[in-house]
């Protein structure tokens, strides 16, 4: 079973920058894509950025510009850079990969990190 683990949420002033980075385990023969995802309470969770396994990237329009998803693809492992923080961003932020693995197909979360802009 694939498992994914996320670190680097917080609290963070509005124009400022968090980094988030993904980390997935277990054996995995192909990852087809790995991104995030964030939510809201009471409200449904969206696509923040994905980045696919030929490295084309997909970033929701409220973020464009300012989030950036990189992934290492020998490591299994995908970040964000947040720059530009604004307190709209503020949402419990969650991992996702797609792929090929044991027992078979994965699409696995991350527990989710809280992000907080706020002065």
């Known amino acids: 079973q694939v498992q994914l683990v996320e670190s680097g949420g917080g609290l963070v002033q509005p124009g400022g920058s968090l980094r988030l980075s993904c980390a997935a385990s277990?054996?995995?023969?192909?990852?087809?894509?790995m991104g995030w995802y964030r939510q809201v309470s009471g409200k449904q969770r969206e696509l923040v950025a994905g980045i696919s396994s030929d490295g084309s990237t997909n970033y929701a329009d409220s973020v464009k510009g300012r989030f950036t998803i990189f992934r290492d693809s020998g490591k299994n492992t995908v970040a964000l850079q947040m720059n530009s923080l604004k307190p709209e961003d503020t949402a419990v932020y969650y991992c996702?990969?797609?792929?090929?693995?044991?027992?078979?197909?994965?699409?696995?979360w991350g527990q989710g990190t809280q992000v907080t802009v706020a002065s």
């Open positions: 277990g054996r995995i023969f192909s990852m087809n894509s």
């Open positions: 996702n990969a797609k792929g090929l693995g044991v027992p078979g197909r994965f699409d696995s």
